[in-house]
């Protein structure tokens, strides 16, 4: 049973470019949570959807970002117009329910580097 | 004042030597917490949930004092291998299972 898988591992961006990051859940999970950890920081909660449903984007900046899970492939999260402080390391978690006690796996996640 | 603090460390120990970690929370109404463990350049893994009645796996012991809103983890028999980040990790309010995480705290096992 693979786990939550993130692609591509690292993507290089110049500014102004688009950049889509992917996210597959575990097997018969539902739910995706996005989370961005800035260097030398902890990680920031971004967003939480369930299929084809966003759920909670309060942590998602309020331009140029945008996420979706659709019925059928992984989640994305896209970030148009990218600037240098876009540069993290973006990651995904899923969980089959939402209920507070399950602590989540993570994907291996996605090193944005805006040049 | 952050939602979650923890002492950013690091923790230089010789291998052999127990170790505590605390961490403090500011939100009463937090529900789950957790210690996670992050390598560097790496996803942070879960190590383990903590209760009020404590729990431990091997080595580790974990605490939760809802009171005080504080957080412990307890490491015995340090291990080059345990040297890592710890991130103390709360479950916050509202629907879904959104995770506060701290900034962590760095340990550093030498020989």
């Known amino acids: 049973n693979a786990g939550v898988m993130q692609n591509p591992r690292h993507l290089v961006r110049r500014r102004g470019q688009e950049a889509r990051l992917r996210c597959s859940p575990m097997k018969g999970h539902s739910h995706v949570y996005w989370y961005r950890q800035l260097p030398e920081e902890g990680l920031k909660f971004m967003v939480y959807l369930q299929k084809e449903n966003i759920i909670d984007e309060s942590g998602m900046p309020k331009e140029r970002f945008s996420a979706e899970f659709p019925k059928e492939g992984p989640s994305i999260l896209r970030i148009q117009q990218v600037v240098r402080g876009d540069s993290a390391a973006y990651f995904c978690a899923s969980s089959p329910t939402p209920k507070r006690d399950y602590g989540y796996t993570f994907g291996s996640g996605t090193r944005l580097t805006v040049v | ?111």
Not at chain 2, 40 to 54: A, F, I, Q, T, W
Not at chain 2, 70 to 83: C, E, G, H, V
Request: glycine share 8%; net charge neutral.
């Open chain 2, 1 to 111: 004042r952050k939602e979650v603090e923890q002492d950013p460390g690091p923790f230089n120990v010789p291998e052999g030597a127990t170790v505590a970690f605390n961490c403090t929370y500011s939100n009463s109404a937090s529900q789950s917490f957790f210690w996670y463990r992050q390598d560097c350049r790496k996803e942070p893994k879960l190590l383990m949930s903590v209760y009020s009645s404590g729990n431990e796996d091997g080595r580790f012991t974990a605490q939760l004092n809802r009171a005080s809103q504080y957080i412990s983890l307890l490491i015995r028999d340090s291990k080059l291998s345990d040297s890592a980040t710890y991130l103390c990790v709360v479950t916050a309010t509202g629907g879904g299972n959104k995770l506060t995480f701290g900034t962590g705290t760095q340990l550093k096992v030498e020989l």
